[in-house]
């Protein structure tokens, strides 16, 4: 990937994208194949035991997956089936880092996994995800 090109998907998400930026979501790395996306935990991404929602949980793996994609392919995609699984609880507070990777790239399909983690490096929950 060029320098330009990373740069143009780091600006295009981190400022354009109105679902990204409602949940504080934001893209920190990629490279080919690969993307990073955090979030500042807040009391909108909890839910009412205190832990991180499985909403924000799924956004992160699914955007982490989509925008590792995104740096092979360069053009839009759809997820047609993704799993997440709770490895351990997730902090109330702090940061969560979600990582994404693709694994194979067919004609259509693409098959991607994550991860996310606390700002400690604790596991919190393992990924996978496949798009057109």
Request: glycine share 10%; charged share 20%; with cysteine.
């Amino acid at each position: 990937m060029t320098q330009e090109l990373k740069e143009r998907i780091m600006h295009f998400d981190n400022n354009s994208d109105p679902f990204m930026r409602y949940n504080h979501v934001q893209l920190t790395n990629i490279d080919d194949g690969f993307a990073q996306v955090e979030v500042p935990l807040s009391e909108i991404h909890l839910n009412c035991w205190g832990s991180p929602h499985g909403g924000i949980l799924f956004t992160l793996s699914d955007v982490a997956c989509g925008m590792a994609i995104l740096t092979t392919r360069m053009e839009a995609c759809v997820t047609v089936s993704g799993t997440i699984d709770c490895v351990n609880a997730g902090p109330a507070s702090g940061k969560l880092i979600a990582t994404g990777r693709v694994q194979k790239a067919g004609g259509k399909l693409v098959f991607c996994d994550s991860e996310i983690r606390d700002e400690t490096g604790k596991l919190i929950t393992t990924g996978h995800t496949v798009m057109y």
